[in-house]
């Protein structure tokens, strides 16, 4: 009996000695060291979409030297080619743009939706599908063919459209 007595007593004293000592590590360090690690965070979390979206401006830079040649009466076709070859380059990496965490919820300016990472398979069909897109008009492109540059075009800004329409804010 006196020996289970000890032992209960000793193991009740660990367990509160462990307690108190969780809480105060807590209040010691959390205050101070979760704010700088919040800080690098989201330090990271602004640059990587602020570095996304210039690579959209890119895109929507490239795009749009292509549209207002196919709509000049004499479309300057090394500038279309030129053109149409960064899109590929571009998006290359676009499935990398996305790490979890660069949503609206990171208090960073974005119009990146969350359903992006509710939906991420159909997000990464949609980037597929739009990198294979320009991977043709790239290919069309470099044939000359004003026509069958515009029917390339048209199909590629499909895929632009069909990704802002459920995963981008306002568009
Ligand atoms: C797979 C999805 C997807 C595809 C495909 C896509 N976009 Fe976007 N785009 C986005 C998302 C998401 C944003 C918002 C990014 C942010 O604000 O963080 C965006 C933003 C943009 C922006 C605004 C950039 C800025 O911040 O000023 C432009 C311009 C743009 N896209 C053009 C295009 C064009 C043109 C195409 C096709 C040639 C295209 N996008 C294809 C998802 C896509």
């Given at each position: 009996m006196r020996k289970i007595g000890i032992t209960r007593i000793a193991l009740a004293f660990a367990a509160v000695a462990m307690l108190s000592a969780c809480g105060q590590d807590e209040e010691a360090a959390a205050p101070a060291g979760g704010d700088t690690a919040a800080a690098e965070a989201s330090t990271e979390v602004k640059a990587q979409i602020e570095a996304r979206q210039a690579q959209y401006k890119k895109i929507g830079g490239a795009f749009k030297t292509i549209n207002d040649n196919l709509k000049s009466g004499s479309p300057d076709i090394a500038a279309i080619q030129a053109a149409a070859a960064s899109l590929p380059e571009i998006a290359?990496?676009?499935?990398?743009?996305?790490?979890?965490?660069?949503?609206?919820e990171s208090g960073v300016k974005t119009e990146a939706l969350p359903a992006i990472w509710e939906n991420r398979a159909d997000f990464d069909q949609k980037i597929a599908a739009f990198q294979a897109a320009a991977a043709n008009l790239n290919t069309v492109a470099q044939g000359g063919d004003v026509a069958a540059i515009g029917a390339a075009f048209g199909a590629t800004g499909g895929t632009c459209k069909a990704c802002h329409d459920n995963f981008r804010l306002d568009d």
């Open positions: 290359a990496t676009m499935g990398d743009w996305f790490p979890e965490g660069t949503g609206p």
